[in-house]
Nanobody
Framework: QVQLVESGGGLVQAGGSLRLSCQASGSIVSIKRMAWHRQAPGKQRELVAAIVLGVSTNYADSVKGRFTIAMDNAKNTVYLQMNNLEPEDTAVYYC????????????????WGQGTQVTVSS
């Protein structure tokens, strides 16, 4: 059984910073990709940032230069450092992981965390 547990959300003023964490636990053989998505009220869930094999990263245009994704492979943990936050960043942030869950698995599976609320006040 694989679980993703997020932490670090909260309320911050515009221009402030927050750091989100997401740890994957359970039966994990390897992690191919971890990512952060977000969903604002009335909007579709969108990709914010992703990291592949703990190295290659990509970002949504709206967060480039402000957000940084990083991964601690030893801890199966991904971080999202969010700086210069804007009210438009307000959303529930979800962690996602594509990973091989056991030695008998023949492909990666996608898992989601429960989400953490980020609210940016103007």
């Amino acid at each position: 059984q694989v679980q993703l547990v997020e932490s670090g959300g909260g309320l911050v003023q515009a221009g402030g910073s927050l750091r989100l964490s997401c740890q994957a636990s359970g039966s994990i053989v390897s992690i191919k990709r971890m990512a952060w998505h977000r969903q604002a009220p009335g909007k579709q869930r969108e990709l914010v940032a992703a990291i592949v094999l703990g190295v290659s990263t990509n970002y949504a245009d709206s967060v480039k230069g402000r957000f940084t994704i990083a991964m601690d492979n030893a801890k199966n943990t991904v971080y999202l450092q969010m700086n210069n936050l804007e009210p438009e960043d307000t959303a529930v942030y979800y962690c996602a992981a594509e990973l091989v869950p056991s030695s008998v698995a023949r492909r990666t599976y996608l898992y989601w965390g429960q989400g953490t609320q980020v609210t940016v006040s103007s």
